[in-house]
């Protein structure tokens, strides 16, 4: 009786855990390894953010790799079904379809095996963090963090002034101290500096658009107001540095 009522308490106050546990590669992975017919070839890093639909990957440290491709994914027991949307990446074309056999290792790993061109290709992954309160994370199963910006989002709208200029989905993710914003030919890689009431200050990092990110050199300052409605999965970003009001607006993915 003891147990059950123990259970029955997990299954009201955390139900996102037992998500997490039911779906264990979701979440925020880094790239440690990568071995072809089980030999070790490298050992460039990646960022990998999986939710229950989404699979984004990203290479912001790279010497070799300066890009990024996300698509929608299906899981059917321990195959992740995978078909790229988007991908600035030479090597990966969109419309590309990928198959993964994942698992959890002893250590926490995520690891991804696909068979590509009669090679076995296999990818190790260690798990990291949207924040630092790690162990609340891992109770709840989703981003916790001291702002309110934390998370995955996808871009539906950009306006500029009144006008509708770009609805062509992209994904945005924060962390506690990063954002991440990830477009079809594109992405870019900031620094959050800090978050106030109304407003954000970010320092670009890195980015891979041919232009510049956002026309804005690496170590420039981005200050960008914002607001959120919607109890939170609505965010609204607006940036003033052009002259006219550009604002973009986002939709939580859960």
Same mark, same amino acid.
């Given at each position: 009786m003891r147990l059950f009522i123990i259970n029955?308490?997990?299954i009201i106050l955390?139900?996102? @855990?037992?998500?997490?546990?039911?779906?264990?590669?979701?979440?925020?992975?880094?790239? %440690? #390894?990568?071995?072809i017919n089980k030999?070790?070839?490298s050992k460039e890093k990646? @960022? @990998?953010?999986?939710?229950?639909?989404?699979y984004i990957e990203l290479f912001t440290n790279s010497k070799i790799k300066n890009c990024s491709f996300s698509g929608k994914i299906r899981v059917k027991k321990n195959n992740i079904y995978l078909k790229i949307n988007m991908s600035s990446?030479? %090597?990966?074309?969109?419309?590309?379809?990928?198959?993964?056999?994942?698992?959890?290792?002893?250590k926490g790993n995520l690891i991804l095996k696909t068979n590509k061109n009669n090679r076995i290709i296999k990818k190790i992954y260690t798990r990291r963090y949207f924040s630092k309160f790690h162990s609340i994370e891992k109770i709840y199963g989703k981003p916790l963090c001291s702002h309110p910006l934390c998370g995955i989002w996808n871009r539906v709208a950009?306006?500029?002034?009144?006008?509708?200029?770009? /609805?062509? +989905? #992209?994904?945005?993710?924060?962390?506690?101290?990063?954002?991440?914003?990830?477009? +079809?030919?594109?992405?870019?890689?900031?620094?959050i /500096?800090?978050?106030?009431a109304d407003q954000f200050t970010m320092t670009m990092t890195r980015h891979n658009c041919p232009t510049g990110g956002l026309g804005i050199k690496i170590g420039d300052k981005v200050i960008q107001k914002y607001y959120l409605t919607d109890n939170g999965n609505k965010l609204v970003i607006i940036n003033t540095s052009y002259g006219i009001p550009v604002k973009t607006v986002f939709i939580r993915i859960k």
């Open positions: 029955l308490i997990i955390y139900p996102s @855990l037992l998500l997490a546990q039911n779906k264990p590669y979701i979440g925020i992975w880094e790239r %440690k #390894a990568t071995y030999k070790l070839v990646s @960022l @990998l953010f999986i939710t229950k639909k989404d990446c030479y %090597k990966i074309k969109k419309g590309e379809k990928i198959v993964y056999t994942y698992y959890i290792n002893s950009t306006y500029t002034g009144d006008e509708l200029v770009n /609805n062509t +989905p #992209a994904y945005t993710v924060i962390t506690e101290y990063d954002y991440y914003s990830i477009a +079809p030919i594109c992405y870019n890689y900031l620094k /500096n800090s978050i106030q």
